[in-house]
């Protein structure tokens, strides 16, 4: 979405809908207001309602509504581009009060596993942030981020418990475009045991966070490892919409 | 999306992209035909063509290209709707030879948390359907699958190992309208450990659906189990979209 240009009709329809059930005003299994309610609402056709109705069900905010009116669903996503980056975001949007205990900000030299991810030379300069986050002061995510050094290097005099780490580097200037996240299973090491006040080889939840430019250059690569048992994360899929996940299998 | 009337030109221009990428035609990091070239060949004004690319942002597939053509993203949804309640299609579009070894299918009565998923009583009747799954010919992925007997009944005199279940409830006129899936971590019990040749214990991801129909029924509620050294799930997201992810956190 360009900001620089106005909202269409649509779009200003679909972000109104998206505020009204974010802050409940529409509560999961509300039906919404009828098409013809809406386009007196906003005095408009029924083309830009209906057009913005398809964009949250491709959210999966409301259900399919063939034939009936469309209800808005259980589970709904909370999460803006921002909070996808930022888990002080994600944790303020839910109402929890988020907290860190920063282990090292370093520069080092980048292991092979991050270098590839990152596009530079094994050895090379790379800096990484290793945390420990807190929600409402409970332990539930520990997170080791890694940066080329050029962007990296604003937050070398940065105080990683002041605040947000992805704020800085937005404020910065990073270009963080687009981003893939991937799911996995891991046991628990010493370390994050220790952190998480759980015990060794319990299994995590684990995202790893692939961010690039607009240009495809790599901006970060990410390990986040959630408490399972406190932290759950899942998706909604609408009727005639496309499920947003990817899956791949190993051979 | 109505299936009963004709594509909006938006809608027709989403699909040759998203169908152009999905065979490889447009492969991850080639730039996408500019916005005159797509009205050229959709004989198109800039409004459908830029809609279009709007929705393909949304779905995770092209770069934000703000001042730049958009590319297509690295790893790129595969999941149709369908895909996301059947195993059996979302192996085959991958690549993957779909198996499956049946443990059982039973009319049982319903166990506490899954009446209360389903919305039936607790130890009223139900269909549970219990499989393992493979993928080109290696186990993949523990299956428990749930219905209510009005819909469950359809696979009593059904063979599960002859083909795709929910193609089978689908093509019996049950309502699958939307669904939400979550993950989480779960280790390895007994029984997994020895149909997925892995060690008890092992950190399975586990994913758990919920589905509904277009008035808000429970249709299904079932529990998967991947090997997650072979089968990754992950989601892209593109600036100025909103994630489709949900986070929850326990307190």
């Known amino acids: 979405m360009n900001p620089t240009r106005p909202l269409q009709q649509h779009e200003e329809i679909a972000a109104w809908l998206r505020d009204a059930i974010g802050t409940r005003e529409f509560s999961p299994g509300d039906p919404l207001p009828s098409e013809a309610e809406l386009c007196r609402r906003f005095n408009s056709s029924r083309g830009p309602v209906?057009?913005?109705?398809?964009?949250?069900?491709?959210?999966?905010?409301?259900?399919?509504?063939?034939?009936?009116?469309?209800?808005v669903l259980e589970t709904t996503p909370t999460e803006t581009f921002e909070a996808t980056i930022s888990a002080t975001t994600a944790f303020q949007r839910l109402g929890a009060i988020p907290g860190q205990e920063t282990r090292w900000v370093a520069r080092r030299p980048a292991p092979a596993d991050v270098a590839a991810a990152l596009g530079v030379a094994e050895g090379g300069p790379i800096v990484s942030v290793h945390r420990l986050r807190?929600?409402?002061?409970?332990?539930?995510?520990v997170e080791r981020q890694n940066y080329p050094l050029e962007i990296g290097r604003h937050?070398?005099?940065?105080?990683?418990?002041?605040?947000?780490?992805?704020?800085?580097?937005?404020?910065?200037?990073v270009d963080y475009d687009n981003l893939a996240r991937s799911f996995d299973a891991i046991p628990a090491d010493a370390d994050d045991a220790e952190l998480l006040d759980i015990a060794p080889g319990t299994p995590l939840l684990r995202l790893t966070l692939r961010a690039f430019t607009r240009a495809?250059?790599?901006?970060?690569?990410?390990?986040?490892?959630?408490?399972?048992?406190?932290?759950?994360?899942?998706?909604?899929?609408?009727?005639?919409?496309?499920?947003?996940?990817?899956?791949?299998?190993?051979?």
Chains 1, 2 share one sequence.
Do not use: C, K
């Not at 807190?134 to 995510?141: R, S, T």
């Not at 919409?241 to 990817?246: C, E, F, I, R, V």
């Open 50 to 71: 209906r057009q913005a109705m398809a964009t949250l069900r491709s959210e999966g905010l409301i259900s399919s509504g063939r034939g009936r009116r469309s209800t």
């Open 134 to 141: 807190l929600a409402d002061a409970v332990p539930v995510l």
């Open 155 to 173: 937050l070398l005099d940065f105080d990683p418990d002041a605040g947000s780490v992805h704020r800085r580097l937005l404020d910065a200037g």
């Open 216 to 251: 495809g250059e790599p901006v970060e690569f990410s390990d986040y490892r959630y408490r399972s048992d406190l932290v759950t994360l899942g998706v909604n899929t609408v009727r005639g919409n496309p499920s947003p996940l990817w899956m791949e299998i190993r051979r």
